[in-house]
């Protein structure tokens, strides 16, 4: 069996996981439904973790639990990951803010082998970025209120189609 | 499968309009696809009419328009609805700002026979409230990241099943 390097598209079936940052920036709740949509059409099984508001946000905004169904609170997720009861191939942290960045470096060493993908967006997102010093790839673009542009990026790397 | 029972008879069908803010209340997004995906279950025609950053929050938010399939530009909107070209029974606008107040009064001077529900939210609800001093019905909470209270007030209002 040949092993397939981590970074490379198109991903093979598998567990995602998606940490979501506080829920200040708007597009952030936008663009979770997006990835999760598009990994769940692309085979994943998709699991999403954040704080109570912004788990809120995504099911209201998903009544009927079409795109994102399966959340959790993060603390408790992290505790999973660390007793071995949850894993996943590919993790996806959107990071907003230094807590996004923290969240990003603690899957990093809590997913030693998982694919990272760290969406660095808000206001200014290229200082933020320069605190990620641990081995991930990045995804870097300025968005607050309009998605498009990052979405745009998203697509590339994942290789999906827009 | 889950299926909601509803609490009140079903409201007659007819044709909703959705007027959004502007995008920086992360909250708005997530209750319009709320109340779009409500209405549609009882019967009603919807249309939500914004700017291009809150329509494309949308947008990535509801990939298949599952939720809420049809939008417009506010301006082509009010336009439409001066031209006679569009109607509704029942106008739904969220306010978190001046800004909203004012395409409420302008909604409720365009369309003087609709249902006219004013969703007043953000930080300072009640001050917001107080110029809106139009005949409508007002449905005011202090939200900016947690929908959940607003929810419950707006499903109180509509007699949609929590």
């Not at 709740?29 to 692309?42: G, I, K, P, T, W």
């Not at 996943?88 to 803010?97: K, M, P, Q, T």
Request: aromatic content about 4%; proline content about 8%; overall charge neutral.
């Amino acid at each position: 069996m040949t092993t397939t390097p981590l970074s490379t598209p198109p991903a093979p079936t598998g567990n995602a996981l998606i940490v979501l940052g506080c829920p200040e920036v708007p597009v952030q709740q936008a663009l979770a439904l997006h990835c999760s949509h598009q990994l769940r059409s692309h085979g994943f099984a998709v699991h999403a973790a954040g704080n109570p508001a912004v788990l809120n946000l995504l099911k209201v905004s998903d009544p009927e639990k079409r795109y994102l169904p399966e959340t959790s609170i993060l603390e408790k997720c992290i505790e999973e990951i660390v007793e071995k009861k949850r894993d996943c191939d590919l993790c996806i942290v959107f990071a907003h803010s230094d807590a996004g960045i923290s969240y990003a470096a603690t899957m990093r060493h809590l997913l030693p082998a998982s694919r990272l993908v760290v969406i660095i967006f808000g206001k200014d997102p290229e200082t933020l970025a320069a605190l990620a010093d641990f081995p991930s790839e990045k995804i870097i673009e300025k968005a607050v209120h309009n998605p498009m542009q990052l979405r745009k990026k998203i697509n590339g790397v994942f290789g999906w189609a827009a």
